[in-house]
Each structure stands twice: as structure tokens, then as C-alpha cells.
């Protein structure tokens, strides 16, 4: 059973609330305004958040239908059996308890502004499939992830941390905003055709395959033109090592584009892409860190 849980927490696609924290407070040890005891707790909010939305999202997917037995990709817990949905809303509102209980810790540091954070991200999780304008069914899911994973979750981070914002964070909660939607539009690529059944009016649905792949293609390119703006700014450029995962970016395009088909062959390209951002994140902190 905890196998089940586990793997219905989505455990490869945790680097998404991972890398903004990570990559924030490194841009803070930079100026030498990292703080630990903050940043953990941002990476226990944000990781918490994270997994309290998708099980979240299950559960309301499951509710209208959208994971049935026809899903392509790896078959959820709820539709499955395996978890009973009585222990799955139990699930969601403890861990999402848990996260907001982190998040009240930064209120000496940033004040009562924690609380308008906390409410956008509580709201933005359960809306994500919740209610008759959910954002992943009226084609909104790709804003709000690249705002929630990117911009709040990397400016939120830095400035709990440094007090301040500055031009070069917005552009790497981008750059981390866009790679971690990236992995979102695997899955909606795969899903097309179950979403479409249920309404479920992503991108992809509205607009096909080919669109979804240049999505992919532009969001990429974008976020490896990213740190040759930072590097332009900043002087520092070793900030430019991101720029050499470009080959690796128009493989997982190609293979995207052309060559994926199956639910297992998307399951391990969204693999491979949330592998992408995580280099990408360490690639640009070792940069930091060099520089």
C-alpha cells in the first residue's frame, strides 16, 4: 500500500517545486542573503503543496470520469481500487494542513503578505480540477503552472530570503515555469483523447498534437535563451552552462514530435523532461556558484 501512495505523490515530478527553492536561495547566496531555516520551510510548503494538488487533481479527475479505464498513462490509485476515496480526501486536506502550517512560519520573515501567497496557492491547487471553471478544463492549466511553479514559487523564495526583488529572479522563475510546463504538456498530449471525452479543454484538445510539440519546442528554447540574459546582466558567464542541454532539448522534441505514441513511451519522455529540468537547475547553480 505505501507503494501505491507513493507513487500516486508523483515522486519524479517533485523537482518542479524542488529546483525554484533550490535555484532562488542559490541566487540569494549569491547577493550572501541566503537564510536556511526560510528556505527550508519554502521547500516544505512548496513540496507539500505540490503534492496535496495532484492528489487533489486525481480525485477530481476521477470524480468527472477523466481517469477511466481507457487512461493511456499510469493508472491512478483512485481508479484503480487501490485507494479508497475516503482516504484519499483525508490525504489531501491533511497534507495540505501540513503545508499551510509551514507557510505560517514565514510570517515573521515577510509578514502578513505569507497569507495572500497561501490563500493563491490553496485556491490555485484545488481550481487546477476543482469546480465548473477548473484551469485544466478550460485551458488555463499552462498560465497557472508557469505562475505558480515559476514566478511564485522562485520571486516568493528569493524575497523571503533577500527582502527585495530584483529583474534577474522574475526571469529565472521563467525559465523554471516554463521547462516545469513542459512536463505538463507530455501529459496532455498523451491524454488528449480521454480529456476530450470528459470536456477537458487543455491546449492540446483545443488545438492538436502539432501545436503541444511547438509549444514544447518554443518554452525550451525560451528557457535556454534565459541564462544568456542573466550571463548579459550579471557578467557572470558561466551562467551560460544551461545553454550546452540545447541537444538534449531538441531530442526530447523530436521524439515528441515524431516517435512517441504509447503511454509508456510518454510516461518515460516525461521522465527524461523532468530529468532536463533538473540538470538545467544545477547546470545554472553551478554557475552561480562558479561566478
Not at 61 to 79: E, I, K, S, Y
Request: glycine share 8%; proline share 4%; aromatic share 16%.
Amino acid at each position: 500500500m505505501f507503494k501505491v501512495w507513493f507513487q500516486t505523490t508523483r515522486p519524479q515530478s517533485w523537482i518542479a517545486s524542488i529546483a525554484p527553492v533550490f535555484l532562488a536561495s542559490f541566487f540569494a547566496a549569491d547577493l550572501e542573503l541566503f537564510s536556511f531555516l526560510p528556505a527550508f520551510f519554502c521547500l516544505a510548503f512548496a513540496l507539500l503543496m505540490q503534492i496535496a494538488t495532484d492528489l487533489a487533481n486525481d480525485y477530481y479527475d476521477f470524480q468527472r470520469g477523466t481517469d477511466g479505464p481507457d487512461r493511456v498513462g499510469p493508472m491512478r490509485g483512485l481508479a484503480s481500487g487501490l485507494i479508497p476515496i475516503e482516504s484519499m480526501r483525508m490525504a489531501i486536506v491533511i497534507l495540505y494542513m501540513i503545508a499551510l502550517g509551514f507557510g505560517l512560519l514565514l510570517y515573521s520573515y515577510v509578514g502578513p503578505g505569507v497569507f495572500l501567497v497561501m490563500t493563491a496557492c490553496l485556491i490555485g491547487g484545488l481550481l487546477y480540477t476543482a469546480g465548473p471553471f477548473a484551469f485544466a478544463y478550460c485551458g488555463f492549466s499552462d498560465i497557472v503552472t508557469i505562475l505558480f511553479y515559476g514566478f511564485i514559487a522562485t520571486v516568493g523564495t528569493f524575497y523571503v530570503q533577500a527582502g527585495k526583488f530584483t529583474p534577474e529572479v522574475f526571469l529565472l522563475g521563467l525559465a523554471l515555469g516554463l521547462l516545469t510546463n513542459n512536463i505538463c504538456l507530455i501529459n496532455h498530449i498523451r491524454d488528449a483523447k480521454t480529456d476530450a471525452a470528459v470536456n477537458k479543454n487543455t491546449l492540446i484538445v483545443r488545438f492538436g498534437k502539432a501545436f503541444g510539440c511547438k509549444l514544447f519546442k518554443f518554452e525550451t528554447t525560451v528557457a535556454l535563451i534565459i541564462p544568456a540574459v542573466l550571463a548579459t546582466l550579471s557578467g557572470n558567464y558561466f551562467l551560460l552552462l544551461p545553454l550546452t542541454l540545447a541537444p538534449w532539448g531538441l531530442i526530447l522534441y523530436r521524439k515528441l514530435r515524431y516517435y512517441t505514441n504509447t503511454g509508456p513511451s510518454y510516461t518515460y519522455l516525461q521522465a527524461r523532461a523532468c530529468v532536463l529540468l533538473f540538470v538545467y537547475s544545477l547546470l545554472l547553480a553551478t554557475g552561480i556558484a562558479l561566478g
